[in-house]
């Protein structure tokens, strides 16, 4: 187990709904991130949080929205939820200190998500 | 161009064969690269890091190209354990944080 705990571990939403995602980070990392993983496809980058600050994004609509708390678990909301929003969510801790990655640095994942919108 | 390409695959071999994984990258400005394996319907998990210099951990040894820009994992003496989703990842040296750049992923079925 990498000590990341995310929930629920299953979710189905219809189109329209707003959902929020939530994710335990392993102690003492401070660092979260989350992706979207679609059914054949590669985890795709979300955004990240370091310091319950948002810093670092992908190609995700500002419909996809998050949080980081000061116990550094985070929530990701999407709103307005679409058909192809239906994917496994990953969120991913990390020890950082708000850079790029430059050297070896394992992320630690937790068990995922699985959201289906009918 | 994506930025992350892995062999389409599925790979499917008989146990104890070597197989072969390669990845080509597109940002040369990249400075981290891995290989995760992924399990079906788990969440990835670290395989090993990639060098310049390459590097080996028991059965499997991964390589990198600069210049190529190209990624390789060698997996030597194949398993059933083995069989995986295998993902190329790459760190984009332009963004903040992990922004962890995957690859769609090779899928390796090892049968007896």
Redesign the interface.
Known sequence: E?GVTQSPTHLIKTRGQQVTLRCSSQSGHN?V?W?QQAL??????IF?Y?REEE??R?NFPPRFSGLQFPNYSSELNVNALELDDSALY?C?S?R?S??????????F????TRLTVL | RKEVEQDPGPFNVPEGATVAFNCTYSNSASQSFFWYRQDCRKEPKLLMSVYSSGNEDGRFTAQLNRASQYISLLIRDSKLSDSATYLCVVNMANQAGTALIFGKGTTLSVSS
């Open positions: 990498t660092t991130s992706y054949g496809q590669g985890p795709q980058f990240q370091y810093n670092g992908g990953l991913a990390r950082g708000g850079g790029p990655l430059t050297s070896y640095n394992e992320q994942f937790g068990p995922g």
